[in-house]
Each structure stands twice: as structure tokens, then as C-alpha cells.
């Protein structure tokens, strides 16, 4: 489906691209073409990514910076460094997010601040710098926002900063996607279910009995692999879906879908058993 030139003469900023998916999505897009810069607060961890990021391609290059996404200034400041660094900019990946586990009525204001303050105004800061580049050079370009199954209908439990922050990026994406449309910039979401990272991993998964119950919701009966995020992100950041913006793709082996008022019964016994057991009350009921 892809080539190595899928995302040539682009140069694309990934947000805490240092680590999990937003290293895994930076390795795909500069394997397929792409220039690549990626951001994040800590200066050893963001060298060794460009190492790894160099290593899958070399016809593109890749930097870092470091930058705290909650600084307006910094990162307007960024911005500027990385088109006079690669000529131009022509994506943004909203990557960089912050959460932790918490009963909600134990949250300080503080906890609360610091993830919303990364998600969300992390994301318009980005957002807010690049699109005023594109719209004063008049240049076309592409905007992809991670959020996270919860943000639309459900909400989550115990982690309330993040359910309320990505809720504000969904809305974020919809809203610029129609406003932005006339200056042929594109905004669409991501939605992953569990992709174990170590940086979610450790925050979110308190143990192996959790992992367990995590892993009993998704019918897929396994997690993402981080190269199938990748493969639908390159595919949104390219020029093969011109058409698509303010769409919301949930990546997730079908683990929203874990609320179905029978889903349950997939849990009594084999398929086999359970074909038993239908065919049985089928016979009862004639
Ligand atoms: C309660 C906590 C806390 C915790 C921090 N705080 N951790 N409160 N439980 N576990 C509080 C602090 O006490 C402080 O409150 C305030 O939050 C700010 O904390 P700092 O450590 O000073 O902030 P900072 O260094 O900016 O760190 C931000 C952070 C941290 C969000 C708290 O966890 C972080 O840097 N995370 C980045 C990486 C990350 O979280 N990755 C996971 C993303 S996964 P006071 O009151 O003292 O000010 C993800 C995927 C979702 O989002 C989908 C999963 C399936």
C-alpha cells in the first residue's frame, strides 16, 4: 500500500515523539520519506530517538527539540527553528499527552492542571503556531490529534483530567477541520484502545490482574501493535486521503464495543459450548 516515497518533501513534527507511539510513528513516516522532527522535555531520551529514526531511513533527516508543549512561546519559537532548519513544515502530530490514575475527589487542582494543560493546550499550542504558519505562507497541511477511546462518549473513571482534555482535542479537531477546510488544512483524530507503552503501561496498568481484565475486554483477544497505529496514521498524514478531515478513527480491535448487553455470554464457555447451549434452548423453545 505504501512506498518509500509516500511521504516524500514532507516534513512532519511529532509531539513527545521520543518514546512509544509517537517514536513508532516517527520511524514509519520518515521510513516512507518523511523529514521528521519531534519534541519533548527530556534531552537524552530525544537524541537516542533520532538515532533509532535515522537508522529505518536514510534519504530523510530527523531532529530534535526539546520543548515543554505547555510553553506558547517555546513552541512558536520551535516552529520557527524547524522550517529554517528543514525549508518548510507541512504536518503536525499531537502526540505529547500526560495521565495517571487517580480517584477523582483525591485529584489536586495541580494534577488536574498538569494533564490538561499537556493534552490540551498542549495540542492548540501546536496547533495554534502551526496553522498560522500554513495560513500566512499559504500552504496546504495536515494535522492528526492522538485521543483516546473515552474522549467521545463515555468519559473514564479515575482518569478524569485525561477524559476531559482529549474530550477538548476531539472538539478541537472538528471544530478547525470545518473552520480551516478553506485554507486546505486538514485535521483528523486517532483513537487508540490499549497499546502497551511503557509510558502508559507504567502510569495505568497497576498490575499483571488489571492487564488480565484489560486484555478480557477487547474481542481482538490482543493488544495494537504500535506498526498498525503507524499504518493508519501515515495513511491520514498522506496525500491519499485528501478528502478526509475531522474524522475520528478508533484503532482498538473492538474494545468500545465491550458494553454490548450480551456481550458477556462470549465468556460462559467455548464457541463450540455455547453453540451447544443455543441449540438447546432453541429445542426447549419449540
Ligand atoms: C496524583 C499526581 C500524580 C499521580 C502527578 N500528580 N502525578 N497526582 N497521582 N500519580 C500531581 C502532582 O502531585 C502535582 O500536583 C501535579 O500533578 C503536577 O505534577 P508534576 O510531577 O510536577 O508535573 P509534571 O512534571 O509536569 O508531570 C506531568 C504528569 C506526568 C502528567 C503528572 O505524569 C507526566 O509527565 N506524564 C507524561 C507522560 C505520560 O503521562 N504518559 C502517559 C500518557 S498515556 P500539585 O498539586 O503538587 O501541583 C495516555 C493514553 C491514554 O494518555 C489511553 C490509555 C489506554
Redesign the pocket.
Given at each position: 500500500m505504501f512506498t518509500s516515497d509516500t511521504l516524500a518533501d514532507q516534513t512532519i513534527l511529532i509531539t513527545g515523539g521520543g518514546s512509544g507511539l509517537g517514536l513508532a510513528m516517527a520511524k514509519k513516516f520518515a521510513s516512507l520519506g518523511s523529514n521528521i522532527a519531534i519534541c519533548g522535555r527530556t534531552e537524552e531520551k530525544l537524541q537516542k530517538a533520532v538515532e533509532e529514526i535515522e537508522e529505518v531511513s536514510s534519504d530523510s533527516t530527523a531532529k530534535y527539540y526539546v520543548a515543554d508543549v505547555r510553553n506558547y512561546d517555546r513552541i512558536e519559537e520551535m516552529i520557527g527553528e524547524i522550517v529554517s532548519d528543514f525549508g518548510n513544515m507541512t504536518g503536525l502530530v499531537n502526540n505529547a499527552?500526560?495521565?495517571?490514575?487517580?480517584a477523582s475527589e483525591?485529584?489536586?487542582?495541580?494534577?488536574f492542571k498538569?494533564?490538561v494543560d499537556?493534552v490540551l493546550h498542549g495540542s492548540f499550542n501546536c496547533t495554534h503556531v502551526f496553522g498560522n504558519y500554513l495560513i500566512d505562507e499559504d500552504r496546504k497541511g495536515n494535522i492528526l490529534n492522538m485521543v483516546?477511546t473515552y474522549s467521545e462518549d463515555t468519559g473514564s473513571a479515575f482518569?478524569l483530567p485525561?477524559a476531559c482534555g482529549k474530550a477538548g482535542v476531539l472538539a478541537m479537531t472538528r471544530s478547525l477541520a470545518y473552520e480551516w477546510a478553506t485554507y486546505d488544512i486538514r485535521l483528523n483524530a486517532i483513537a487508540?484502545?490499549?497499546f502497551p507503552t511503557k509510558?502508559?503501561w507504567e502510569?495505568?496498568v497497576p498490575d499483571e490482574s488489571a492487564e488480565q481484565k484489560f486484555l478480557s475486554k477487547i474481542p481482538a483477544g490482543r493488544y495494537g501493535d504500535k506498526e498498525e497505529l503507524a499504518n493508519l496514521a501515515t495513511f491520514l498524514m498522506s496525500d491519499m486521503a485528501p478528502y478526509i478531515t475531522g474524522e475520528c478513527v478508533v484503532i482498538d480491535g473492538g474494545e468500545r464495543l465491550s458494553a454490548g448487553q450480551f456481550n458477556f455470554i462470549d465468556k460462559l464457555g467455548s464457541r463450540e459450548e455455547l453453540k451447544g447451549f443455543f441449540k438447546m434452548m432453541h429445542k426447549k423453545e419449540g
Open positions: 499527552a500526560g495521565n495517571f490514575l487517580s483525591d485529584l489536586s487542582p495541580g494534577g498538569a494533564v499537556i483516546t482518569v485525561s487508540p484502545g490499549p509510558g502508559a502510569r495505568l
